[in-house]
């Protein structure tokens, strides 16, 4: 199993309280993801990093910031938590050489309930 | 635009029987790979296989065979003589720019024992 964690593993909050989940790997991978997972939609990629201090926005990047100042730990910052950002969140790794992808391997998720 | 149709919301079978899953993928690209994961009751998403575009020979795994299509854009996921562990959720997704995945949103599978 790839080694990935994340913390906390559930969490509830107020709405408009800030909020940030860690994901930490042990494999050293290039990249790191950040998802959402509600019912009807699938995974949706939030935010992702292909290096350290690099990051972009996936497809439902609003009202989310993230941060990579190590390579094995990627943050997900909800500012201002909203009862819309309830959901499961997985982070996920992957190394990539040329052109080739190489597959995803993903953290247990956290589940975020916000009130 | 990269786009991964999964039909299917939830199909139930009955235990031994066979269960094909449909993934239907649009891209520009000339190359790509496709994967499909495996998300059991317990929550965790499990990596099943990954299949670039130029290598279109089916795949078996045990009970599990992909049939790639690139004619008609599918990756077709069967499990074959199913039991009650493939009760799951699973997910067919298509690499696009900067090593990310757009992922369908998925299959409920039931196996009924």
């Known amino acids: 199993d790839a080694g990935i964690t994340q913390s906390p593993r559930h969490k509830v909050t107020e709405t408009g309280t800030p909020v940030t989940l860690r994901c930490h790997q042990t494999e050293n991978h290039r990249y790191m993801y950040w998802y959402r997972q509600d019912p009807g939609h699938g995974l949706r990629l939030i935010h992702y990093?292909?290096?350290?201090?690099?990051?972009d926005k996936g497809e439902v990047s609003d009202g989310y910031s993230v941060s990579r100042s190590k390579t094995e730990d990627f943050l997900l910052t909800l500012e201002s938590a909203t009862s819309s950002q309830t959901s499961v969140y997985f982070c996920a790794i992957s190394e990539s050489l040329g052109q080739a992808s190489y597959e995803q391997y993903f953290g247990p998720g956290t589940r975020l309930t916000v009130t | 635009a990269q786009k991964v149709t999964q039909a299917q919301t939830e199909i139930s079978v009955v235990e031994k029987e066979d269960v094909t899953l449909d993934c239907v993928y649009e891209t520009r690209d000339t190359t790509y790979y496709l994967f499909w994961y495996k998300q059991p009751p317990s929550g965790e998403l499990v990596f099943l296989i990954r299949r670039n575009s130029f290598d279109e020979q089916n795949e078996i795994s045990g009970r599990y065979s992909w049939n790639f299509q690139k004619s008609t854009s599918s990756f077709n996921f069967t499990i074959t003589a199913s039991q009650v562990v493939d009760s799951a959720v699973y997910f067919c997704?298509?690499?696009?720019?900067?090593?990310?995945?757009?992922f369908g949103k998925g299959n409920q599978v039931v196996v009924i024992p």
């Open positions: 990093s292909y290096g350290v201090k690099d990051t």
């Open positions: 997704a298509l690499h696009y720019g900067n090593n990310r995945l757009a």
